[in-house]
């Protein structure tokens, strides 16, 4: 019996060994050597860890990369949770807004990239003719440094939130009714409700959620190569540590070492903060009863 049911995990042991296993262990070891275009390259121990302590882009990447997952994640969670809420509720149309709201998520990320490129064109796009419309002048949303990393935050929000909406929505059916009951016969108001009961049974969802926006969007990649012109300045500005590293590996195939480098560090940054939140997870996370 137990050699049967080694060979039904084998399929799924063997695909995690050969595609993320090798793969994540080469690529460690490729992080200390200088590879160009063929070959092995050549072994320079720390060297490449040393040049991204010196190098301004990487650092920029970061800050980019963070300044992403700060904003984001809090933004993901919070409209999740709202718009859950509200389609909880028996209202008129209730399936037609689950079905929109879940549209997003079943669009694959090149086509949301293509799309919001075009709703944010400066000269053609529906946003800058609303400004107009309403008196402003036209913004430069995907080429001016200033307001690039928000465009696409604006979209990385819009596309995630989708899938979360559905997990909350989900969460919050599961809660017992008997609790909302009880609540209602001590006179609790609907704002009582949602923050007393609500939002405290929604806690374990949320940390799982928030776990997997936070990865989620440290490895932003899609929308930034998909939506910003690479020959302008606002790329590099709004550049993340995986558009980086996709520069160095494939772009400069004579950096692939120094680009398993910036793989390298982004995995420790995930898996150090994924640890933080396992640990703080015992202060807010209601458990299960």
């Not at 995990?9 to 050969?18: Q, Y």
């Not at 819009?158 to 059916?173: D, G, K, R, T």
């Not at 806690?203 to 899609?222: A, E, K």
Request: aromatic fraction near 16%; proline fraction near 2%; include cysteine.
């Amino acid at each position: 019996e137990l050699c049967t049911a080694y060979i039904f995990i084998l399929p799924m042991f063997a695909g995690l060994l050969l595609f993320s296993i090798i793969p994540f262990i080469q690529n460690i070891l490729y992080s200390f050597r200088k590879m160009g275009t063929f070959g092995e390259g050549t072994f320079i121990g720390l060297k490449n860890y040393q040049d991204l302590l010196k190098d301004d882009t990487f650092w920029l990447a970061l800050q980019n990369t963070v300044f992403y997952a700060v904003v984001g994640v809090p933004l993901v969670i919070i409209f999740s949770i709202f718009l859950a809420h509200q389609i909880n509720k028996k209202i008129r149309g209730r399936t037609i807004y689950r079905t929109l709201l879940f549209i997003p998520a079943i669009t694959i990320p090149a086509a949301i990239g293509i799309l919001w490129r075009w709703i944010l064109n400066y000269q053609y796009g529906i946003f800058n003719w609303i400004l107009e419309k309403l008196g402003f002048s036209r913004i430069s949303w995907l080429g001016d440094v200033k307001y690039v990393r928000w465009a696409i935050i604006l979209v990385v929000v819009w596309s995630m939130v989708s899938y979360y909406v559905i997990i909350m929505l989900a969460a919050m059916q599961g809660i017992d009714s008997s609790y909302y009951e009880a609540a209602r016969l001590d006179g609790a108001s609907s704002r009582q409700v949602f923050f007393k009961i609500t939002l405290p049974m929604l806690t374990p969802m949320i940390f799982f959620s928030v776990i997997m926006v936070t990865i989620g969007i440290l490895q932003i990649f899609d929308f930034i190569y998909l939506m910003v012109d690479r020959q302008t300045l606002s790329y590099t500005y709004s550049m993340s540590l995986v558009t980086y590293f996709y520069e160095c590996a494939f772009n400069k195939s004579s950096m692939r070492g120094y680009g398993a480098a910036i793989s390298v560090v982004l995995a420790a940054i995930i898996m150090v903060i994924t640890m933080i939140q396992m640990v703080g997870k015992k202060y807010w996370v209601r458990s299960g009863e």
